[in-house]
């Protein structure tokens, strides 16, 4: 019943559709699927390989970069201290000359200020067909991919696999991210 402000306030979402083998998979920000398969077939998972079913939306990619600077956005990265690892402070979405709104990603739903700046809410469309070399699929937000790459989430995932126990596989993830976030920094993003 109440109004909730969405000027600067927005999210990311991933989605997957399934149809029968067949998969879509639409991703606006930086939340991320990944598909686990084995091209020699094999369930021990030796051989195993990620499908990327998403993409983060980041401002400094080529294109992305090209709409927000034709929106009279700017992308740069935040500076909070001079003693900051540069290469770990992420390229961020500001107004010209502003300090606002500093969007880490490039298209988000809400965020109506960055909305006028050329961040967008239309979704990436990836689609893939599951066969049997297909194990697993993870669909994170983006709170689990900021510490934990494609790669670690695989091999987590892998053990966790052989067990059957997607559970499990949840419980470590989360785990892992909150001791990370509690390590790196004073806020948690969200895991799920």
């Not at 991320?32 to 390989?49: F, G, Q």
Request: net charge negative; charged share 30%; with cysteine.
């Amino acid at each position: 019943k109440e109004k909730f402000d969405f000027t600067r306030s927005g999210t990311t979402v991933v989605l997957i559709i399934q149809l029968e083998e067949h998969i879509i998979c639409a991703n606006t920000g930086d939340s991320r699927a990944i598909a686990v398969y084995d091209d020699k077939y094999e369930d021990n998972l030796a051989n195993s390989k990620i499908f990327h079913l998403s993409y983060d939306c980041k401002p400094e990619l080529p294109n992305e970069k090209r709409r927000i600077y034709e929106c009279g956005g700017e992308v740069d990265k935040a500076y909070y201290s001079d003693d900051e690892d540069e290469s770990i402070i992420p390229f961020r979405v500001w107004a010209k000359g502003e300090d606002y709104p500093g969007l880490a990603m490039s298209r988000s739903i809400g965020d109506m200020d960055a909305k006028k700046i050329g961040v967008i809410p239309d979704p990436q469309i990836v689609e893939y067909t599951i066969d049997y070399s297909t194990k697993y699929l993870l669909i994170c937000s983006d709170g689990v991919w900021e510490f934990i790459d494609n790669e670690d989430a695989m091999t987590i995932g892998n053990k966790f696999y052989l067990r059957n126990d997607a559970n499990g596989l949840c419980q470590e993830l989360y785990k892992r991210s909150v001791e990370f976030w509690l390590k790196e920094d004073c806020v948690i993003d969200d895991i799920t």
